[in-house]
């Protein structure tokens, strides 16, 4: 059986940290806690689990705290986990088989990372990344924010099915150090890769700065290299953006050019659907909702993210679009499939109720009853 180091970096965790650590409770053989500058409890919780809490200046780049960390890990394989990071039972008991059969001859293994999840508690986005990483192959970190373990192309990995899902404080705010930390980069002249760009229009993105998301966004693009599935993704982003500038074009425009990459996805079909609503042509709007649920994904990372333009917002496009076709069955059918997604929606619950008095008055003006002829007889 191998043996496993769990490092992980904190700072201020005190919410999260304790719910963490009994998530995976037996499974490290040692347990590394790197403290970044914590002033509440964090430290405290943590020298409950483990006598290894260490300090680390904080010097904004998260790469450098996580191959600290690393350094000191002494067992076999190292398992990584941010303090708001669960397993749910099912997934620690497999964690813990891995533990018991994992073949030596496996250098890394990845896991399945749900990021997001929307108030129904459904799944919105999704990653795959390398969790549990043979220490003796001397595995480094990369990237200032949003940092990622990188391999030389060699490594044997082994794509596990157990799930580790990012669970935030619900009273955590969304801060803005990510940004902070990239411009503080910026500003000292630091050399920008390929993945900071990326990360850091997605930032920008998220902080509404839409205008210069789109400029960062369109310099990853000029990358050499950039795989499929990046610039797809990138492409979505950059359509998301117009559309929050108004310019409705450029939106269509990255739409169409993502055509000429692949088959079209989801969240591009969508697009399209909403492009014909707009215009009240209902029945071209259902071709592109149907292509959404229907159109097969390939199996990578970032295409996780396309969950949601495949599941409940397709349905509940078509459930509108059939309604104002007079499709009150296939309105109905499709309000249901939303609702499944999405069952406190009011909104959604409000039409299925209306469309059953619908399909039932359809129904029985299409096949009215007969008379009961013993009546004359």
């Not at 990653?127 to 220490?135: C, F, M």
């Not at 890769?193 to 960062?216: G, P, W």
């Not at 990459?261 to 969240?267: A, F, Q, V």
Request: aromatic fraction near 12%.
């Amino acid at each position: 059986m191998i043996t496993i180091s769990l490092c992980m970096i904190v700072r201020n965790e005190e919410e999260t940290l304790d719910r963490c650590l009994a998530s995976v409770k037996g499974i490290p053989d040692e347990i590394i806690i790197v403290d970044t500058g914590s002033n509440d409890k964090t430290k405290e919780i943590a020298i409950k689990w483990t006598p290894q809490v260490l300090d680390f200046k904080w010097i904004d780049d998260f790469s450098a705290a996580r191959n600290y960390s690393f350094d000191q890990a002494t067992m076999d394989y190292i398992l990584w986990l941010d303090a708001d990071d669960i397993l749910l039972p099912e997934d620690h008991q497999k964690l813990m088989k891995l533990k018991q059969s994992l073949d030596f001859s496996i250098d890394s293994v990845s896991m399945i990372y749900h990021t997001l999840f929307d108030k129904f508690n459904n799944v919105i986005a999704s990653v795959r990344r390398l969790r549990l990483v043979k220490r003796s192959k001397y595995f480094r970190w990369h990237g200032y924010v949003h940092e990622d373990i990188q391999t030389d192309g060699t490594s044997k990995n082994y794509d596990s099915d157990i799930v580790v899902e990012h669970r935030k404080n619900p009273m955590q705010f969304e801060s803005n150090r990510n940004l902070k930390i990239y411009e503080n980069q910026i500003r000292k002249g630091k050399k920008m890769t390929s993945q900071d760009v990326f990360h850091y229009a997605r930032e920008l993105h998220k902080h509404q700065m839409f205008d210069k998301a789109i400029k960062s966004y369109n310099h990853f693009l000029a990358f050499k290299g950039i795989s499929v599935e990046h610039r797809l993704y990138v492409y979505n982003k950059l359509a998301s953006c117009y559309f929050a500038v108004g310019n409705r074009e450029k939106e269509q425009e990255v739409t169409l050019k993502t055509f000429e990459y692949d088959i079209p996805r989801p969240e591009f079909c969508c697009r399209l659907g909403e492009h014909f609503l707009d215009k009240n042509q209902f029945y071209q709007a259902t071709f592109w909702y149907k292509l959404a649920i229907d159109v097969p994904l390939p199996d990578h990372p970032l295409v996780n993210e396309s969950q949601p333009f495949q599941t409940w917002l397709p349905h509940k496009q078509l459930g509108l679009c059939f309604f104002q076709l007079g499709d009150y069955e296939r309105s109905f059918y499709h309000n249901q499939k939303a609702h499944t997604y999405l069952p406190l929606d009011e909104g959604i619950l409000q039409n299925i109720q209306l469309l059953e008095e619908l399909v039932k008055e359809s129904t029985e003006r299409d096949h009215p009853k007969q008379e009961d002829s013993s009546r004359h007889s």
